[in-house]
């Protein structure tokens, strides 16, 4: 069973055009992450939730912001993408253990 | 914040041999360390983990053990099958804060 759910799973986007992906848990999880991942690197933490406490990482851009409007959706609202942002985004949650569980991603393209 | 390295960034193995792979931390207050495996365009799987408190884990195959003195942990792979081919992720946490390391890419020669 999907525990941990990412829609869409390919997204294309216009350069400059917003777009808004989504994450959604059955986990009842507190925390809720968003990471970048591009090709052959490490998943960068762009920000988490803790509950309702939103967490931003120094050096994420202002580009990204994120919403949690209830325990079980996140969403990763790019403002303007640029060609950079092209990347696998990865949804993950974590409860009372530290075990991390991810979705299956949404992977950007940037036209 | 915490700075997690890994080492090697590739590894080549012979099926049956064994794969170590090394991970070093900054923070002592890291306390719960996974280990991550990534296949071609899919999501990190949770191979093993460990906590602070303890040394040593194992799960069959698998192994990691942890040395938090000098803040080093390892990921210890036996009897290697072509399967075991991928990229691996260590990281380490602290609070909700988790940091991956660079990655480790292994090749299992059949």
């Known amino acids: 069973d999907a525990m941990v759910i990412q829609n869409p799973r390919y997204q294309v986007t216009q350069f400059g055009k917003p777009v808004t992906l989504s994450c959604s848990q059955t986990l009842n999880h507190n925390v809720m992450y968003w990471y970048q991942q591009k090709s052959s690197q490490a998943p960068k933490l762009l920000f988490h939730y803790y509950d309702k406490d939103f967490n931003n990482e120094a050096d994420t851009p202002d580009n990204f912001q994120s919403r949690r409007p209830n325990t079980s959706f996140c969403f990763l609202d790019i403002r303007s993408p640029g060609l950079g942002d092209a990347a696998m985004y990865l949804c993950?949650?974590?409860?009372?253990?530290?075990?991390?569980?991810f979705g299956p991603g949404t992977r950007l393209l940037v036209l | 914040g915490e700075n997690v390295e890994q080492h090697p960034s590739t590894l080549s193995v012979q099926e049956g041999d064994s794969a170590v792979i090394k991970c070093t931390y900054s923070d002592s207050a890291s306390n719960y360390f996974p280990w991550y495996k990534q296949e071609l365009g899919k999501r990190p799987q949770l191979i093993i983990d460990i906590r602070s408190n303890v040394g040593e884990k194992k799960d069959q195959r698998i192994a990691v053990t942890l040395n938090k003195t000098a803040k080093h942990f390892s990921l210890h792979i036996t009897e290697t099958q072509p399967e075991d081919s991928a990229v691996y992720f260590c990281?380490?946490?602290?609070?909700?804060?988790?940091?991956f390391g660079a990655g480790t890419r292994l090749t299992v020669k059949p």
């Open positions: 993950a949650t974590s409860g009372r253990k530290e075990t991390q569980y």
């Open positions: 990281a380490g946490r602290i609070d909700n804060d988790m940091r």
